[in-house]
């Protein structure tokens, strides 16, 4: 499987310190669900497709 790099906006940050302090499972699944797997579906630019393939 690619690597994927993924960034949070502050707010996803905020949230997902939150949810590590608060251990929050259910809230974690969630956040993964609706933030993570989202970013991680999307085709990578054209940049950051030919950096990825520069360091392999």
């Not at 707010?11 to 609706?34: M, N, T």
Request: with cysteine.
């Amino acid at each position: 499987m690619a690597k994927a790099f993924i960034v949070l906006d502050d707010e996803e940050q905020v949230l997902l310190e939150r949810i590590c302090v608060d251990g929050e499972e259910d809230e974690a699944l969630r956040f993964l669900k609706e933030h993570i797997a989202p970013k991680v579906k999307k085709d990578m630019p054209c940049l950051a497709q030919e950096l990825m393939e520069s360091q392999r």
